[in-house]
């Protein structure tokens, strides 16, 4: 098997094509440490990043960027302190109520990526609230993924299928295709460019599957700094690459005598 043919169905891009990336995930790192360099409470840091992230979704779409997934809460951030969760849960809830009105308006589809089990009752009727709200739009699609984390999104995705066959309503056996189709990310545009701010390199468990033949960019920009300029300089990196899929160009044969 190539490498070119151990891409996930439904998530390689057709071709390198002359626009942007249709499709960005940001990887929002570097709160805390924009909060303590200025002496203040990490919970000012997050709020800080709740409004870098209203910048970075309005520049997306005049960037040509059609989808734009943010990790927002991963599984294993509930074993960080009581009061820093509960402050992350109260952005969740004031985002909701300030901005709600204004995505749906512009025409922006929310949707939230990860395990709705163990959220707050309230916090999990938000979310559904929000995307029931934007469920008819379609100029933009955000993807907030929220109580998420990428092995647990495939265990979830296999143990999905894996419930279907034992109760009989399909025999179809467990392919790329099929896990693929019971991710999270079910449905939205195969994954261009994977940003992570703060100057750390790593996915942090962060939409492994899509990630297969992503590009990566990092960013020395602590999230509360983000913005258009940032984005823009991070797009315009993805340009500069030479994306394959696994394969190589072949010189032109060149015709003899």
């Known amino acids: ?37 200025r002496g203040l409470p990490r919970a000012l840091g997050h709020r800080e990043g709740v409004q870098a992230l209203k910048r970075t979704i309005q520049a997306a779409p005049d960037l040509g960027i059609n989808c734009l997934t943010v990790f927002g809460f991963s599984t294993e951030n509930w074993s960080r302190p009581e009061d820093e969760v509960s ?40 979310i559904e609230r929000a995307e029931a709200q934007t469920a008819h739009n379609d100029r933009f699609l955000l993807q907030v993924a929220f109580n998420y984390g990428g092995r647990a999104d495939l265990v979830d995705s296999a143990r999905r299928h894996m419930e279907r066959v034992l109760a009989g309503e399909t025999a ?7 896990l693929t189709s019971g991710l999270a990310t079910a449905g939205s545009p195969p994954l261009d460019l994977i940003v992570r701010t703060s100057g750390e390199q790593r996915l942090s468990n962060f939409l492994l599957w899509e990630a297969a033949y992503a590009e990566l960019v990092f960013q ?37 005598a």
Do not use: C
């Open 87 to 126: 402050d992350l849960m109260g952005l969740v809830r004031t985002y909701v109520a300030s901005d709600l009105a204004r995505l749906a308006k512009a025409g922006v589809r929310l949707r939230i990526l990860g395990r709705r089990e163990g959220l707050p009752g309230d916090i999990a009727a938000i």
């Open 220 to 256: 020395d920009i602590l999230w509360p700094d983000y913005g258009p300029k940032a984005l823009a300089e991070a797009i315009a990196a993805f340009g500069q690459r030479d994306r394959r899929y696994g394969g190589r160009e072949v010189a032109p044969v060149r015709a003899t």
């Open 1 to 37: 098997m190539t490498a070119d043919s151990a891409a996930p169905s439904g998530q390689r891009p057709q071709g390198r094509g002359p626009d942007g990336p249709r499709h960005v995930a940001i990887i929002m790192d570097g709160n805390g440490r924009w909060a303590k360099a």
């Open 172 to 178: 179809e056996p467990i392919t790329e295709a099929v």
